[in-house]
Each structure stands twice: as C-alpha cells, then as structure tokens.
C-alpha cells in the first residue's frame, strides 16, 4: 500500500463510451501525475498538476482530460478513445514536483 | 529530455543467486529513484537516491551522480523479487524520464 488509490482497477470501455479513472491520495502530497504505460514502451507522462494547476501537458489527445478539483484527487476523463489507447494508465504523486513520487495500484484499461 | 538506458533487459537468476541491475542516464539529474512493478501493475518504490549508497535488506543502490549512472543490487534473490525494474530519472524540468526497465525472473 502506497497511500496513493486508483479506482477502477479495470476497465473495458468501447469507442463511444465516455468513462473516467479516479486517483486519491491522502500522503499530504501537492503535485499528482498521470502517465500511460503500453506494452514494450517506457511509462509516457501525460499530465502533472502542482497546487491544483496544470503543469504539464505531454501532447496528450483532447479524448483525454485530466481534472483536479484538490490536491488529493485527480481524475483521467475518457472520451471517444480508440484501441491504441488501450494500456495501463498510472497515478502519482509527491510532495513538491520531482520529489520523491509514490504511484497507485493503476488501471488496467481496455478499448474495444 | 533525458535518456535513461537499463541493463540488461532480461534476466533470469537462480533463487538466491545476486545480480546487480544498472542504469545510466545521459544528462544531470535531480531525482532518481528505482522501482519494482510486480505482475499486478503497480510500482513499488525501492529507492529515491539522487545521489550515494543506501541499503534496504537484501536490496542496495548505488548512484554516482558525476558519471551519470546508478546500480541497483539483489542479494540472495527470491521468487517474489520477480518483475520488473524501473529506473527513473529528473532532471531540471518537472518530468520524470522512465528507462525501459530489467525484466527479473528468479526460479526456484
């Protein structure tokens, strides 16, 4: 257990769907991230939020929209994803940006 | 950004055999840490070691920052120590720069 949860753990989700992947952290932490992890690639950085704001923005497609109501949620909304996008998708987060960064359990998301 | 290259990308050890794990990265670097993703997905962190020596049970790393690169060392390797190994590293920026990590197999 690393203080940092992502729910769900799975999904399968089809191209029309709209869906969205929940993290929570409860470590205190002020920056939160998201990466993507496919098969054989190095883990991508997708988004980093410090103190709430948007910091980081990886030429990330629009079907995905990061949300940050506070700085122990972040959210990952889907929309009109396709079968590439299929991956596990990491949450994490740390006290400050680049600071010791602890990551969820992640979700194991399918798209068919 | 930075590079970060493993070695090797495979592994295979016998229980209880040691191995040492490296990583080499192509620019200065504020932040390092190593983990271990087990077969479920998640990241577990080892170590966060910009710089130096530290020691956790079987587990040890090593980063010499000046020549750019880190060791990550398993002694006495068990079947749970399976998975893969990631380095990471940061540098001046705010992202974290993933190596394409050692995949560990250890059979008993």
């Known amino acids: 257990e690393t203080g940092v949860t992502q729910t769900p753990r799975h999904l399968v989700m089809g191209m029309t769907n709209k869906k969205s992947l929940k993290c929570e952290q409860h470590?205190?932490?002020?920056?939160m991230y998201w990466y993507k992890q496919s098969a054989k690639k190095p883990l991508e950085l997708m988004f980093v939020?410090?103190?709430?704001?948007?910091?980081e923005n990886n030429s990330v497609p629009s079907r995905f929209s990061p949300e940050c109501p506070n700085s122990s949620h972040l959210f990952l909304h889907l929309h009109t994803l396709q079968p590439e996008d299929s991956a596990l998708y990491l949450c994490?987060?740390?006290?400050?940006?680049?600071?010791?960064?602890?990551f969820g359990q992640g979700t194991r998301l399918t798209v068919v | 950004g930075i590079q970060v290259e493993q070695s090797p990308p495979d592994l295979i050890l016998q229980e209880g055999a040691n191995s040492t794990l490296r990583c080499n990265f192509s620019?200065?670097?504020?932040?390092l840490q190593w983990f271990h993703q087990n077969p479920w997905g998640q990241l577990i962190n080892l170590f966060y070691?910009?710089?130096g020596t530290k020691q956790n049970g079987r587990l040890s790393a090593t980063t010499v920052a000046t020549e750019r690169y880190s060791l990550l060392y398993i002694s006495s390797s068990q079947t749970t120590d399976s998975g893969v190994y990631f380095c990471?590293?940061?540098?001046?920026?705010?992202?974290?720069?993933f190596g394409t990590g050692t995949s560990l197999t250890v059979i008993p």
């Open positions: 939020y410090s103190l709430e704001e948007r910091v």
């Open positions: 070691i910009p710089s």
């Open positions: 994490a987060s740390s006290f400050s940006m680049n600071t010791e960064a602890f």
């Open positions: 620019d200065s670097v504020n932040n």
């Open positions: 990471a590293v940061v540098g001046t920026g705010n992202q974290f720069y």
């Open positions: 470590l205190g932490h002020n920056a």
